[in-house]
């Protein structure tokens, strides 16, 4: 299966800092995606970035992609009460994505 | 402002009643798909669709199906619902290839 495992399961961290959080998946992808859901809403989509892509930035999101590793992190700088959700990551190949079980972030004010 | 539209934010239906899950988009999306969401599963992805009139199984089809009749709309369909598809359902569109999915604010379906 092509399903992200995201790491941790949960983050909490103060506001003001930076939150890493890490996918690892298994099988050939062609892009690798990021969401956002806050509770009981919809997923909001954050960032994508393809397979011969290492780095993508977009605001304070910094995603990282090795497929070599089979493995993406997505770092949030200065994080804010409102970054408040869960992040989930999607692995994809070809317009089919697979989303993993999800990181529950909180950030304390 | 593009939309995915669920027809009902919360449903609660009996055992045994077919059920129907309505999804629109107005963003001229050619893929359309079905998730629903369950503590400590994640999204699990029940149906898909590529065109209009073309629908693929996910990895959870058992007892759902879905029309796609025009390219806007993507129907889930429970045959007889039962307590076991109580969740939340999210319907998402994405332009064709690898692109990022627009979601709906989901379906939050009680069975009783």
């Known amino acids: 299966s092509q399903q992200g495992e995201e790491d941790p399961q949960a983050l909490s961290i103060q506001e003001g800092e930076n939150a890493t959080m890490n996918c690892s998946y298994k099988t050939s992808i062609n892009n690798l995606q990021w969401y956002r859901q806050n509770s009981g809403r919809g997923l909001v989509h954050l960032i994508l970035i393809r397979s011969n892509e290492r780095e993508k930035h977009s605001g304070r999101l910094r995603v990282t992609l090795d497929t070599s590793k089979k493995s993406s992190s997505l770092l949030i700088t200065a994080s804010r009460a409102a970054d408040t959700a869960s992040y989930f990551c999607a692995p994809g190949a070809n317009s089919k994505l697979t989303f993993g079980k999800g990181i529950t972030l909180s950030v304390r004010p | 402002d593009v939309k995915v539209t669920q027809s009902s934010r919360y449903l609660v239906k009996r055992t045994g009643e077919k059920v129907f899950l309505e999804c629109v988009q107005d963003m001229d999306h050619e893929n359309m798909f079905w998730y629903r969401q369950d503590p400590g599963l994640g999204l699990r992805l029940i149906y898909f669709s590529y065109d209009v009139k073309m629908k693929e199984k996910g990895d959870i089809p058992e007892g759902y199906s879905v029309s796609r009749e025009k390219k806007e709309r993507f129907s889930l369909i429970l045959e007889s619902a039962s307590t076991n598809q109580t969740s939340m359902y999210l319907c998402?569109?994405?332009?064709?290839?690898?692109?990022?999915?627009?979601f709906g604010s989901g379906t939050r379906l009680t069975v009783v």
């Open positions: 998402a569109s994405s332009l064709a290839g690898p692109n990022g999915y627009t």
